[in-house]
């Protein structure tokens, strides 16, 4: 390692820079082509650490140096060792190309991978990080503090990370002392070391004084994951709990709060307690039911979230997201429920929490959910959640095959406009395929409030039929002739169905001669 000061014709640059055997720095674009004889001087000097202790180091730098310094221009110390790493410190007198007008810029490098915490401290002012480097791993501050005025005395104390105590398979505790948070500045942050709780691989990051977007006076926490699926989490900070279930992935690799708490200056633990959000019983294709514990839900003030696994249901893929003390709009004593599909379309779905069941149908967009705010009272217990997928368009045939009903569920009429339309699924009656069509506010050409009703058919061959049509206690029919691929009906069937009630839509068909 060695120090060095070039200069050509009163054109000078200096740096420190380590060298192996026949080795060369220096500058490609050092100055202006000269016009006359050149002067090259060089000056050399020792860029030493000292070593004071086992974990604890000093480095001095000339004010002179410094001012000779240009902006990107860094200072290289010697290699040295500290709590069996090898280290080395960057420093920048005038600031790295990135940083701030007027500042200085230091960095740690370590040869070696591993935890480790350290604090630099430059003519008085103290900065500190603790986490996991990659193998010649840097870290450190841009804008470390101002531009020196005077000689630099660069102190650095390096340390074990605070040890992160396992205490079952599901909970952990970091105790972080408090001159670990003094030292450090709003968006500094704390890394704990890894360790593994149910299989997964994860870590937690403090900022005792928020991060980048954090509102004054809060602290932020985040818990990284290493390993991809969902995860259910809560997290103390002394007296301050929030939780939450999170779906991990290579691209959301960390969740938690910008605002956990108010920020922190003195000693303090942070906990964790995970858990499997998984546990869905399928227990049909069309229905399901997830078990929340008591001991698992109380935690949960107002806003926090539990979210399922994804599962099964009624051929697409769902998920029930519940506040047990409810959303941040629910009502005082009230549960939040709510249905996700990861799927595109119309669904009729049952939620019920402990045997009281909500019922509705929802047109679904991808990731999209539905359900209730104020759902039910919060449990006192535990919490059995059930949820049962039905048809909407599902249309039930008389055993005899000469009649039908159709019971559209509540929630659905209600939702669509003027114009809007629902068809049920095909059935059989009579010998030939039939479907229904219903506007519950009319069609194009219904009269304003009104509902339209048709009768679709298909079969290989034309038929005279007769048929009734019937609707809250309405009833239209007729005899005609059905084409191979024919339909009849009324745009101006019955009132309206603008409330949010299930409606029955009824069919009875018969061939007139055999009457």
Known sequence: MLGYKLSINGCSRLSTRHFTAK??????NFADSPQDDVVLQVRTWDPAVVVTSENAAEWNISLKRCEEADKSCTFESQKFQLNGRTLCLHFYPKGSAEATVGKCSAFLWSTDEGP?????VINGIQRAWSGSFAAWGTRGWRDFANTPEEDVKVEIRTWEPDQLLVKSDCMAEWVIPKCRCCQVGKMEALDS?????????????????????????NCSVYLFSEDEGPLGFELTLDDCSKS????????????????????????????IRTWDPTSVVSTS??????????????????????????FPLGGRTCWIRFYPRGDAEANEG?????LCSQDNGLMGYELALNGFSRQTT?????????????????????????????????????????SAE??????????????????????????RTFWLRFHPNGDAKAPDGRCSAFLFSEADHEDVLGYEVSLKGQTRGGCDRFEVRDNWGWHDFAEACTTGEAVTLSLRAWVPNQT
């Open 23 to 28: 080795d060369h720095w220096g500058w490609r």
């Open 116 to 120: 480790l915490g350290f604090e630099l």
């Open 193 to 217: 070391q890894k360790f593994t709780l149910g299989e997964r691989s994860l870590w937690l990051r403090f900022y005792p004084k928020g991060d980048a977007e954090a509102e004054p006076e």
């Open 244 to 271: 939450s279930t999170a779906l991990f992935t290579d691209d959301a690799d960390n969740f938690g709060w910008r605002h956990f708490a108010k920020d922190k200056e003195q000693a303090l633990t942070l906990r």
């Open 285 to 310: 294709s069309t229905s399901a039911q997830w078990h929340v514990p008591q001991t698992l839900h109380c935690h949960f003030g107002q806003g926090g979230a539990l979210e399922s696994h994804r």
């Open 334 to 338: 009230k549960c939040s429920l709510f």
């Open 362 to 402: 929802d047109d679904f967009l991808a990731g999209a959910n539905w359900g209730w705010r104020d759902f039910a009272p919060t449990p006192e217990g535990d919490a059995l959640l059930e949820v049962q997928a039905f048809d909407p368009a599902c249309v039930v045939v008389a055993p005899e095959k000469d």
């Open 406 to 431: 159709w019971h559209i569920p509540g929630g659905l009429c209600n939702r669509l406009i003027k114009g809007a339309g629902l068809d049920s699924q095909r059935f059989t009656l009579v010998g």
